[in-house]
């Protein structure tokens, strides 16, 4: 199972970034999808998760008002949308495969298959 992430870069504080994971070697009905970030010396955070049909959607509290996560089956993309962004927002994030339906919880025991990250950086 293959995951690509795209989308990070550099912007100022309050700006907005789109985010995308691709997978294109499975059928993305039969996942739920997650974002986590990892910020230099500190431990992996999960942002979001959406359900395999688009629903039941659950964020961190961190980001809860700015980002959303949305996807599209049939170009195989989840997107992460990150609005309001601000310097404690930088990290490396990754997106990783999960149960249909999410789970209610960032424990990695949920989560499986990741991809190898896109860099956000937030400057102030």
Not at 47 to 60: E, K, P
Not at 101 to 120: D, E, L, N, R
């Amino acid at each position: 199972v293959q995951l690509v992430e795209s989308g990070g870069g550099s912007v100022q504080a309050g700006g907005s970034l789109t985010l995308s994971c691709v997978t294109p070697g499975f059928t993305l009905n039969y996942y739920g999808i997650a974002w986590f970030r990892q910020a230099p010396n500190k431990p992996r955070e999960g942002v979001s998760c959406i359900g395999s049909t688009g629903g039941g959607a659950n964020f961190a509290d961190s980001v809860k008002g700015r980002f959303t996560t949305s996807r599209d089956t049939a170009s195989k993309t989840v997107y992460l949308h990150m609005t309001n962004l601000n310097p404690e927002d930088t990290a490396v994030y990754s997106c990783a495969t999960t149960t249909p339906v999410c789970p209610s919880t960032f424990a990695s025991k949920y989560f499986s298959s990741w991809g190898q990250g896109t860099q956000v950086t937030v400057s102030s």
